[in-house]
């Protein structure tokens, strides 16, 4: 389809692994957005990317998170040294959005994350 | 910091009546509002949004109102039906979106 796709739709791991997920963006979206939904929450912003660069990473939780899009197309959210309170849906929005926003965010399933 | 307070956080209502939910932003920057609906397990579904310039927006049964002095949006629902029981979440934005904490509508047929 044409939406957001995020792989993959559910990751175990054990605590202290690393983990990667995916996002693929609607194409031609320029901005996308890295969200954490914990149960019962609203989503959380993380970070955000227009094309490669990353503009704001304000909402990483810690140095253990790390995010990319080289290309300015697909981005993958790494988690290095899972913790238990890591466990969430990790959601991902792409937005055709320049500078300012403005724009609809549009979100893929999301990656639900459990840490053993 | 930035801030979406948004109320209540539950709401109850009768197939074929209103449902309102509303939402209070603290950065005053803040030009685009949209409002999500969100199933069980499933994504954040865009139903309607505002930008700033305007107060008011309609599409069917769903609509939005700003006030921007009072730093107020709201949602209203008419005619609920039971599909339109979910998750709703507000939000705010310059560009990331800052998210209410979400109303759990049920509507009884």
């Known amino acids: 389809g044409a939406g957001v796709s995020q792989s993959p739709r559910y990751k175990v791991a054990k605590r202290g692994q690393d983990v990667a997920l995916r996002c693929d963006p609607i194409?031609?979206?320029?901005?996308l957005f890295w969200y954490q939904q914990a149960l019962g929450q609203g989503p959380e912003f993380l970070t955000y990317f227009q094309n490669e660069a990353q503009l704001d990473k304000s909402g990483l939780p810690s140095d253990r998170f790390f995010a990319e899009r080289p290309e300015g197309s697909v981005s993958t959210l790494k988690i290095q040294r899972t913790q238990q309170e890591d466990s969430a849906v990790y959601l991902c929005?792409?937005?055709?959005?320049?500078?300012?926003?403005?724009?609809?965010?549009?979100f893929g399933d999301g990656t639900r994350l459990s840490i053993l | 910091g930035e801030n979406v307070e948004q109320h209540p956080s539950t709401l109850s209502v009768q197939e074929g009546d209103s449902a309102v939910i509303k939402c209070t932003y603290s950065d005053s920057a803040s030009n685009y509002f949209p409002w999500y609906k969100q199933e069980l397990g499933k994504r954040p579904q865009l139903i309607i949004d505002i930008r700033s310039n305007v107060g008011e927006k309609k599409d069917q049964r769903i609509a939005v109102t700003l006030n921007k002095t009072a730093k107020h949006f709201s949602l209203h629902i008419t005619e609920t039906q039971p599909e339109d029981s979910a998750v709703y979440f507000c939000?705010?934005?310059?560009?990331?979106?800052?998210f209410g904490t979400g109303t759990r509508l049920q509507v009884f047929p």
């Open positions: 194409s031609g979206h320029v901005s």
């Open positions: 939000a705010a934005s310059i560009a990331k979106l800052i």
């Open positions: 929005a792409s937005s055709l959005a320049r500078l300012g926003g403005g724009q609809p965010q549009h």
